[in-house]
């Protein structure tokens, strides 16, 4: 499968289908993390202070930078020169701690990423070099590679301005693949003489955070497996290899980000994705609960014409997550009523109708092994006045009971008063309420 990146130097070949799945699949657990509330500040801050230091050192080692993490921390918060590596990587440490700060504020305006932003992160990572934050205007090589950037100042920037359009005209793309385009075509492009890598990097960050994503680390055991991804991308186009090793360290990074949640926030993945599919079927409920009684509703106005007053009356438009929870255990505080229908014909009578959602019976429950559920019962009228209203299946308008297998809606399973059961279109059901309300005013 070729997926076309327009406007962009690449494809995924026969990786696309998976990237973006993965990349969904990624994005769905950020926003059940979001949903939970436990995307707090203090998360957040607990979770990027365990990985900034990590993100630093890893980042400057793929550029032959020796410090480790502890001796990172150490040269940004002291300002300190570690003894025994080489003086720079200490001040490259410093560099690109202020350029991460500054990324993080950028990352609040939720615009696409920009030319000048790059240079502004490049020139922060360089310090005070001379080529800090300047497009190059001679020819560059890459290591290792047999790419050949672009080679003069006019080239370098055309190259720039078609990474620049890309990024704007592709504001809504999913975010991961935003990332990982964005991220392989600027190494690509090499735009400056020096800090390309680390530059690239950020700008990937960047690009996460701006979507709320956790930004990830490109560690230095990745350093021949990254080089050898982003040689497949410049030469063929392809970026299956740069995909899957985004994605993979993105996947580390979201689930660093979970257990900080779960530590700080008692979050719980499985119960969270639990919940999004209990929201999911109650979705799904709510909208064929809606269709239902919309063709009920016009059936009967139909079957009675212009000779009867009807009239209608929603008492919950929506079965709420806990009350769906609820009527699936079997519990009746998931009760709930729903609609109301009343018909008034002239000299023939009146009739009315009270619908309201409880669980599954016993018959309904063992048909087909269909368990607990949610199902749509009849009231009528309580003829003894001792109540306002009653169930009474023998006086249900046509059905007794529905309910769905969701996620199939195309179906009712419908239970008549006789206990025998049924599956119906709701265009049916509908039909078949409305013969019995009209029955039961003028006879059979």
């Known amino acids: ?41 203090q998360t957040l801050r607990a979770y990027f202070g365990d990985k900034r230091f990590e993100q630093i050192a890893e980042s400057n080692a793929i550029e032959g930078s020796t410090l480790s993490v502890g001796e990172t921390q150490l040269a940004v918060l002291r300002g300190i020169t570690i003894t025994g590596h080489d003086p720079a990587f200490s ?8 350029a991460l700060d500054r990324m993080v504020e950028m990352a609040q305006q939720r615009t696409p990423t920009t030319i000048e932003e790059v240079k502004e992160l490049h020139e922060l990572i360089l310090g005070g070099r001379p080529s ?17 950037p672009p080679a003069t100042w006019p080239e370098v920037m055309r190259s720039m301005e078609e990474w620049e359009r890309w990024s704007k005209e592709n504001q809504e793309a999913p975010a ?8 392989a075509w600027l190494t690509h492009i090499h ?24 930004s990830i680390i490109i560690r230095r055991k990745d350093r021949l497996r990254y080089y050898e991804a982003l040689a497949q991308s410049d030469l063929g186009g392809d970026l299956g290899l740069v995909a899957e090793l985004i994605l993979s360290r993105a996947e580390d990074a979201l689930r660093d980000l979970e ?26 409920w709510n909208d064929a609960v809606k269709l239902l009684f919309a063709l009920v509703d016009d059936a009967v106005r139909a079957s009675l014409g212009s000779l009867a007053t009807v009239s209608t009356y929603w008492y919950e438009d929506e079965l709420l997550l806990g009350d769906y929870v609820a009527l699936s255990k079997g519990d009746p505080a998931g009760n709930s009523w729903l609609f109301r229908l009343e018909a008034d014909v002239p000299g023939a009578g009146n009739c009315r ?19 607990h559920g949610p199902s749509i019962f009849w009231s009528v009228p309580d003829e003894t006045g001792y109540r306002k209203w009653v169930r009474d ?52």
């Open 393 to 444: 299946d023998r006086r249900s308008p046509g059905v007794a009971e529905l309910t769905l297998r969701l996620p199939e809606v195309d179906r009712w399973i419908a239970r008549r008063a006789d206990g025998s059961i049924e599956r119906l279109q709701p265009s049916a059901v509908a039909r078949r309420v409305a013969k019995a309300i009209v029955e039961s005013l003028t006879g059979p």
């Open 132 to 148: 800090a934050g300047l497009l190059r205007s001679e020819p560059v090589r890459i290591s290792g590679s047999p790419h050949t």
């Open 353 to 371: 109708y009270l619908a309201w959602t409880g669980y599954r019976s016993d018959d309904v429950r063992r048909w087909d092994q269909l368990g």
């Open 91 to 98: 001040e490259d440490a410093v560099n690109l701690s202020v």
């Open 1 to 41: 499968m070729t997926i076309d990146l327009a406007g962009s130097p690449y494809s995924l070949e026969d990786s696309g289908r998976w990237v973006i799945d993965k990349a969904a699949d990624l994005q769905r657990r950020v926003e059940l993390l979001r949903a939970e509330g436990t995307l707090t500040d």
């Open 176 to 183: 991961l693949l935003r990332t990982i385009v964005l991220h």
């Open 259 to 284: 257990r900080t949640a779960a530590a700080h926030e008692g979050y719980d993945l499985a119960q969270a994705q639990l919940r999004q599919s209990q929201e999911r079927q109650v979705g799904i």
């Open 191 to 214: 735009p400056f003489l020096d800090g390309n890598g680390r530059t690239s990097r950020a700008v990937m960050n960047l690009e996460l955070i701006r979507a709320g994503l956790p």
